[in-house]
């Protein structure tokens, strides 16, 4: 098991930029992906201007229609500085 890093989470963007940029450069409008997802425009629009955030069933909702895949990515610790 992996012990959990926050210096190293720190330097990852938060989860909803990446969404957001996901979603911005996918070339979809936002009205276009609520009609196909039936997603409520409004709640897309505040997720997006940062003003709201979505659920976990709209979170999975998007990650089926842009058929997103969550990996981890292997961040090395970092290490301490020896005293001199």
């Known amino acids: 098991m992996v012990a959990y890093d926050a210096s190293a989470m720190a330097r990852l963007p938060p989860i909803s930029y990446q969404v957001r940029d996901l979603i911005r450069t996918s070339g979809r409008t936002g009205y276009r992906i609520s009609k196909d997802t039936g997603i409520d425009a409004a709640t897309l629009s505040r997720f997006m201007t940062g003003k709201g955030g979505l659920s976990p ?15 981890a990515k292997a961040i090395k610790p970092r290490t301490a500085k020896k005293a001199r």
């Open 57 to 71: 069933a709209n979170l999975d909702t998007l990650g089926h229609y842009f058929g997103w895949v969550i990996s």
